[in-house]
């Protein structure tokens, strides 16, 4: 008890040098928390991609359409459980173009193709009678507070409807997720009730989700799709849907290097502050160490006891910086859609853990060996 006594009175020695340097490292690990949490947004999904899904789009660009009549074609090949259209809308909702992601889908095909969507059995039959019929995400519906059974106009932009230019949908249901990191932003209409009211676009989608059986033949299937449609007016590209993702969203930077980039410079900041805080701590106690030593404390006693206080001043900001960091996450994207999912991933909290660990032990290390090597009589003429 004495020996922690010491700990805790060499913390409050100096409460302002201590309450800045906790500062600056709570600082550093609210901004790692919101990094992660940006980082994590913008793969858009990788974490949870399916294993067995492929994505199928046109060779040249993702605006590019295909023939529709490749589904039965894609569904011919061997390993192909099931191929699905898709296509982009892009309406306009409240003069926001693009407000949230329009997708047109084949109602019950993607719901078997994508499993991690929990939809009452109820909402899928009432879809699947619906012919305007539109399935929202959880969180979508929460920020527009709309109600099942409203009807959603989109004004036209690319995809004209035959008569004036507006779109309407009628809400039959909401969808959430298996995790958290499924998006539920999403909103999901029916691709026949585009295809009968379009003023052109017949026969063409967007692109193809691909469930196969086996997800170790992904490769030879992606190979043996692009093979039957080479040299075809309209040539695809299939990847991985975990592939798909991340290239698209590199579009907008390697994000993650951008992340590490900017928490190195943070953490070496950091590190340098809270080192010469314990370096200081330890120069100013000179004397104190050479008395310990001289009544019988060990080398592993001061050496420990320099550690535990550099591992307090990091333990406590650390853990308010991550404290604050999950609370002001938790309460979701910032940016009003952008980032639809906006989580703190539990392994980079875990990371963030050792990091404070590390943080404590790298910036006493030092100094405590200073305090080790002191020789008593020394240290007491120093005073």
């Known amino acids: 008890m004495k020996f922690l006594g010491l700990v805790l009175s060499n913390f409050r020695r100096h409460k302002l040098r201590t309450f800045l340097t906790i500062s600056a490292i709570l600082v550093a690990f609210i901004l790692f928390g919101f990094l992660a949490a940006v980082r994590n947004a913008f ?11 492929l994505i199928v789009r046109h060779k040249i660009s993702l605006i590019q359409p295909l023939p529709q009549s490749y589904e039965t074609q894609i569904e011919s090949i061997d390993g192909v459980a099931d191929a699905t259209q898709a296509s982009w809308f892009g309406g306009i909702y409240q003069d926001k173009p693009n407000a949230f992601a329009q997708i047109a889908v084949e109602p019950e095909e993607f719901l078997a193709t994508y499993s991690e969507f929990i939809v009452s059995p109820e909402t899928k039959k009432k879809w699947l009678e619906t012919k305007t019929g ?3 995400g959880k969180k979508l519906m929460e920020r527009y507070q709309w109600k099942v059974g409203q009807r959603i106009p989109l004004e036209a932009t690319f995809n004209r409807p035959k008569s004036g230019n507006t779109w309407t949908f009628d ?6 997720g298996k995790t958290e990191e499924v998006d539920t932003t999403g909103f999901f209409f029916r691709h026949d009730y585009l295809d009968q009211n379009r003023f052109f676009g ?3 989608t967007g692109w193809y989700y691909i469930r196969i059986a086996d997800p170790s033949r992904a490769e030879a299937i992606v190979k043996a799709i692009d093979e039957k449609f080479a ?13 798909f993702i991340k290239g698209f969203a590199e579009q907008m930077g390697n994000i993650a290097a951008i992340t590490i980039a900017i928490l190195t ?3 070496f900041t950091i590190l340098l502050v809270a080192g010469n805080t314990m370096a200081q701590a330890v120069r100013e106690r000179i004397g104190e160490l050479g008395v310990l030593k001289a009544i019988g404390f060990t080398d592993g006693q001061v050496v420990s006891m320099v550690l535990l206080e550099s591992l307090l001043i990091a333990v406590v900001g650390g853990a308010l910086g991550l404290g604050l960091a999950l ?3 938790s309460k979701g994207d910032p940016t009003g859609g952008v980032m639809p999912v906006f989580i703190f991933p539990a392994r980079d909290l875990i990371t963030g853990v050792i990091l404070v660990v590390l943080l404590g032990i790298v910036t006493g290390l030092l100094p405590a060996l200073q305090a080790m090597r002191l020789n008593a009589v020394e240290a007491l003429r120093r005073e």
């Open 43 to 53: 793969s858009m999904g990788v974490s949870v991609a399916g294993q067995n899904r």
């Open 134 to 136: 539109v399935l929202v």
């Open 171 to 176: 809400i039959i249901g909401s969808y959430e």
């Open 202 to 204: 017949d026969g063409i």
């Open 231 to 243: 040299n075809s007016p309209a040539e695809t590209k299939t990847e991985t849907e975990k592939a």
């Open 265 to 267: 410079a943070v953490f």
């Open 327 to 329: 609370l002001i996450i």
